[in-house]
């Protein structure tokens, strides 16, 4: 499996940008990814989440209400809709699968700076 994030860039603070992960392999669902983030000097964590295991959209607390993740399986596409930016969600943001024992590997991330 090869994921593909990109639509992150400079946004100022309160800013609207959509991210997109973009997958290709065989048997990917996107019922089980997750965006993850790295704040520059910190450790990867998980923003927001899916899994079939109940099939709740589960989101960090900082980005509840803010973030929205949604995803296109026909076209092998995950989104998260990122509102209201504040600079403390700048980082790399990555897409991968949402259980950490079942991780692809990682892509190249999208970088996302809130500044004005």
């Known amino acids: 499996v090869h994921l593909g994030e990109s639509g992150g860039g400079l946004v100022p603070p309160g800013g609207s940008p959509r991210l997109s992960c973009a997958a290709s392999?065989?048997?990917?669902?996107?019922?089980?990814m997750a965006w993850y983030r790295q704040a520059p000097g910190k450790q990867r964590e998980m923003v927001a989440g899916?899994?079939?295991?109940?099939?709740?959209?589960r989101y960090l607390d900082s980005v509840k209400g803010r973030f929205t993740l949604s995803t296109d399986n026909d076209k092998k596409t995950m989104y998260l809709q990122m509102d209201s930016l504040k600079p403390d969600d700048t980082g790399v943001y990555y897409c991968?699968?949402?259980?950490?024992?079942?991780?692809?590997?990682w892509g190249q991330g999208t970088q996302v700076t809130v500044s004005s």
């Open positions: 991968n699968h949402v259980r950490a024992h079942a991780l692809y590997s």
């Open positions: 392999g065989c048997g990917l669902r996107f019922n089980n």
């Open positions: 899916i899994d079939t295991i109940d099939d709740i959209t």
